[in-house]
């Protein structure tokens, strides 16, 4: 259980266009989702938390108009790079957390597969 | 500043013997920590947590030990099997927001 899906894996793109990852809860109801930013041989940087329903909260230093995120449902959260630019290039995680658990200390996050994205 | 350190980015380890990785924090508000596995192309997957409240969690062959005072956390692995060869990146923090590591490539040697 527990499934986090994220789609596309890896996308390759011209400097100027717009990309969505999605980022899906299988078999479970995501009160929040987060996506991470991981540069080589680095940590994952929280970017951004959403919630269902509400406007995502985004980490200090990240652009909100230029990294757009919509959490439409409890089982869907979208990160729509804007205008992507060669320093946009990167790997990009989602994770999600169970509906109805709050923090019990038993629920971490789940996370999905990941999406490279290369601009050229 | 990088509030969750791994300061060793490989270690090898023979087939049998312990693994022991090593995480470090800074932020002393920090009440939850895991640590998750990651192959290569995956996402990371949950392996093992603690909260503030324990010194120690077992589960199977794989134990975290915390130590508050020194605001230190280890992953042991006993014993070590090839297919625990893979990055391991420890998490820290409070109620949903977690700060990861830069992460710990193990090489389990057959």
């Known amino acids: 259980g527990a499934v986090v899906s994220q789609h596309p894996s890896w996308v390759i793109c011209k400097s100027g266009t717009s990309v969505k990852i999605e980022c899906r809860s299988l078999d479970f109801q995501a009160t929040t989702m987060f996506w991470y930013r991981q540069f080589p041989k680095q940590s994952l940087m929280l970017m951004a938390t959403s919630n269902e329903g509400s406007k995502a909260t985004y980490e200090q230093g990240v652009e909100k108009d230029k990294f757009l995120i919509n959490h439409a449902s409890l089982t869907l959260s979208t990160l729509t790079v804007t205008s992507a630019h060669p320093e946009d290039s990167s790997f990009y995680i989602c994770?999600?957390?169970?509906?109805?658990?709050?923090?019990?200390?038993?629920?971490?996050?789940?996370f999905g597969d990941g999406t490279r994205l290369s601009i050229l | 500043d990088q509030q969750v350190k791994q300061n060793s980015p490989s270690l090898s380890v023979q087939e049998g013997r312990i693994s022991i990785l090593n995480c470090d924090y800074t932020?002393?508000?920090?009440?939850?920590f895991l640590w998750y596995k990651k192959y290569p192309a995956e996402g990371p997957t949950f392996l093992i947590s603690?909260?503030?409240?324990?010194d120690k969690n077992e589960d199977g062959r794989f134990t975290v030990f915390l130590n508050k005072s020194a605001k230190h956390l280890s992953l042991h692995i006993v014993p070590s099997q090839p297919g625990d060869s893979a990055v391991y990146f420890c998490?820290?923090?409070?109620?949903?927001?977690?700060?990861f590591g830069t992460g710990t490539s193990l090489t389990v040697i057959p």
């Open positions: 932020n002393s508000m920090f009440d939850y």
């Open positions: 603690i909260s503030s409240i324990k």
């Open positions: 998490a820290a923090g409070t109620g949903n927001q977690f700060y």
């Open positions: 994770s999600a957390t169970l509906r109805g658990t709050g923090w019990s200390g038993n629920q971490p996050q789940h």
